[in-house]
């Protein structure tokens, strides 16, 4: 059975809906209002507008997939749905983070043998990220 | 055996056979999948974004306009998906059908502005074969397109799928599952928007 949620939902105006999507909105514009309307540092504006698109992600799986319903009496789908897209998310951050740490953290300890060429790509990164 | 169970008159058609309960639990596993598979392209984008060879900076081709419009289409998409599933859940087909025909309108509209980008990227030089960093962004950034694509044939069959059997325990879990997929685009999209398009503009003109 579904839950309590659920039930309701299905009755009268979707407000959860029209919520999740007004947030939505106003997440993006704010998103980009820090990142090009602001003068953070670029770590401020990196931790920002990462939160604002984690926090969007849990808007559209709170509001619009119903990831917290069950299809049983017991908990136990909503419990695997949730741990499984927990799981994954995860995954997919020491996937992001791991492998932009593991290309980017070494730059500096260069082999020697590298070509001048791939030095000049290098340095011309490092400006751009400033 | 899935005939004799019996139901609280509230719980919604998709979740009354075995097969559609299993269905939407197996498509939440398989999302799982999904997180991972844009993941590792999402690390190999962000790894490369800054090895742009002899061509144009990423954050210097990217255009607020057309990034606020494909955002905005693909957002308004989820949530009329979302009143599609909400029209389903008071047996209103009609409703459904309308609100999830919409949905795809504004689906074909996030790809018309899409691909009118990236021949634009094209036309300013920026191929998928200019530089790595260009390679990883129309792979991350078309898979996602290709998956909306997908989608748009796939709702699309299912929605005649209703028209012709109307809401059944079985059509009615398709549609939750599609509506699912969609959701989880438009999920891709806001990590795209941030992670490519933010991203690469900060870096370019901060």
Redesign the interface.
Known sequence: ??NKT??N???GF?WK??I??VL??VL?LF??WV??GTDLS?TW??II??G??FL??AL??L???H?TEN??KSNL?SR??IG??L???F???V??I???WV??AGHAKHDKHDEPKTEN?EN??EH??? | MAHTETHDPNTPLEYRSEIGRLNILGFWIFLGAEIALFATLFATYMVLTHRIADGPALGELFEVKSLLIQTFLLLTSSFTCGLAVHEMRRQNVKGLITWMAITLGLGLGFLYFEIQEFLHFIHEGANIGTSAAWSGFFVLVGTHGAHVTFGIFWVTMVLIQVAKRGLTPATSAKVFITSLYWHFLDVVWIFIFTAVYLMGMVMHHG
Do not use: D, K
Request: aromatic residues 8%; hydrophobic residues 60%; proline residues 2%.
């Open positions: 059975m579904a659920a039930v939902e299905h009755h979707p809906h029209l999740g999507f939505s909105i993006t998103a980009l990142a090009l670029l504006i990196l507008i990462f604002f698109a969007q992600a559209q799986l509001m619009f997939m990831v299809s049983t789908t695997v749905q499984n897209i799981f994954a998310a995954v997919a951050i996937i992001v791991g492998s932009v290309m980017t790509q011309h990164g751009e990220s400033h």
